[in-house]
């Protein structure tokens, strides 16, 4: 299958499983209830009756607090200087034994069970999902990235509509894949308009984002998905990125999220949720997403500058590494030339030019976009 096809269909189907709806399926008899800054509420929840061990896949698993091994990041300490400083996340602090989950999203959340993402890609789909993307494909049990955090305007256009930067794993033939991302959203998903850390995965036309439904198993008492990231960048002002790793436990085979430059275990997606992807991921991208209803404006990608406009203007994906096995071990390498870019409306977004100095590193986006 050639790489544009496969991008196509691959992030319709995440586009489309963001604004799905649902319906609430679990009471979770909180220890406590805290509210962060930002006025998100979150219920701490015992960790073995978290929802995610709903799963069919899971009615006898056993969480793992930690990995048996992690692979070192690779980051060379003579670029450490010229790094920007990362993003902070509005985390909540948990009892010792119960994980913080997310209930205060937007209007366009009503659900915690799993949704058939196929349904809606029916003629009766009226909205647009936009990529600006790189990526490569082959054997992979992970990645690492930084990614910009910019806060971009959705604008008033019809909901819902976002605009987001991810990192994005994915093995099979559309559509029937297995994949998972992680990267930072900014949706009327959450009924506000700050960037936000966001996690997905799909298998076979189903899938669930965050903790809204059984999957992804979180163990940290401090941060989870959905929370608010802050600070963000600014225009031609201080730059703040986020760092993101996804590796697999070769002994587990599960697929663990690591936050931040001290790499905080966030939770991990075990390998029996996937049909596609037990083993090793096929295809690895990062870059920038974004949906409009179709005949309106869509949002700005990234900072909503495009990609010429260089640092401290456009959004940039850095350090972009893939994890590979090399002899009895895995470790984190930089993506070769075969790197192939994709954007699905080039007149709108656009991704480039590439730089190998630790890792794959580019410039994505562009401003809201009138092409109906």
């Avoid at 985390?91 to 994980?99: D, E, F, H, N």
């Avoid at 974004?290 to 005949?295: A, D, I, M, N, P």
Wanted: hydrophobic share 35%.
């Amino acid at each position: 299958m050639k790489f544009d096809k496969l991008i196509t269909v691959s992030f319709l189907l995440i586009v489309l499983s963001i604004c799905s709806g649902m319906s609430f399926s679990q009471e979770f008899h909180p220890k406590s209830v805290v509210k962060n800054a930002y006025g998100q509420t979150f219920v701490c929840v015992d960790i073995n009756l978290q929802q995610s061990l709903e799963h069919p896949s899971l009615h006898n698993h056993t969480i793992q607090m930690k990995p048996t091994s992690v692979p070192p990041p690779g980051i060379s300490a003579d670029l450490e200087s010229v790094r920007h400083p990362d993003t902070r996340i509005s985390s909540v602090t948990c009892p010792y034994g119960t994980i913080p989950v997310l209930r205060s999203y937007g209007k366009y959340q009503s659900a915690q069970s799993p949704w058939k993402i196929e349904e809606n890609m029916s003629g009766g789909n009226h909205f647009r999902p936009h990529t600006a993307m790189a990526g490569i494909a082959g054997t992979y049990y992970g990645y690492n990235a930084r990614i910009s955090v910019y806060q971009p305007q959705v604008g008033s256009g019809s909901e819902p509509r976002f605009s987001g930067a991810i990192a994005y794993l994915q093995s099979g033939d559309p559509p029937n894949t297995s994949s998972l991302y992680a990267g930072c959203v900014d949706p009327h998903f959450y009924g506000d308009s700050h960037a936000h850390l966001q996690i997905h995965w799909n298998d076979n036309g189903r899938g669930c984002t965050n903790l809204l439904c059984p999957g992804f198993v979180q163990v940290s008492n401090k941060i989870t998905p959905g929370a608010v990231i802050e600070p963000v960048s600014v225009v031609n002002g201080t730059q703040y990125a986020v760092t993101l790793q996804v590796y697999q436990d070769s002994r587990t085979r599960l697929w663990w999220l690591a936050y931040g430059e001290d790499g905080h275990q966030v939770g991990y997606w075990p390998g029996t949720i996937f049909s596609h992807m037990t083993d090793a991921a096929r295809l690895a991208s990062w870059g920038g997403v974004v949906q409009g209803k179709r005949g309106k404006p869509l949002p700005p990608m990234g900072s909503g500058e495009l990609p010429e406009k260089g640092p401290r203007r456009a959004a940039y994906i850095k350090d972009a590494r893939i994890l590979v096995n090399r002899g009895n071990k895995r470790v984190f390498l930089a993506p070769g030339v075969d790197l192939f870019r994709y954007v699905s409306d080039p007149s709108c977004y656009k991704v480039g030019p590439f730089g190998y100095a630790n890792g794959v590193e580019f410039f994505f986006g562009g401003p809201e976009c009138h092409d109906y």
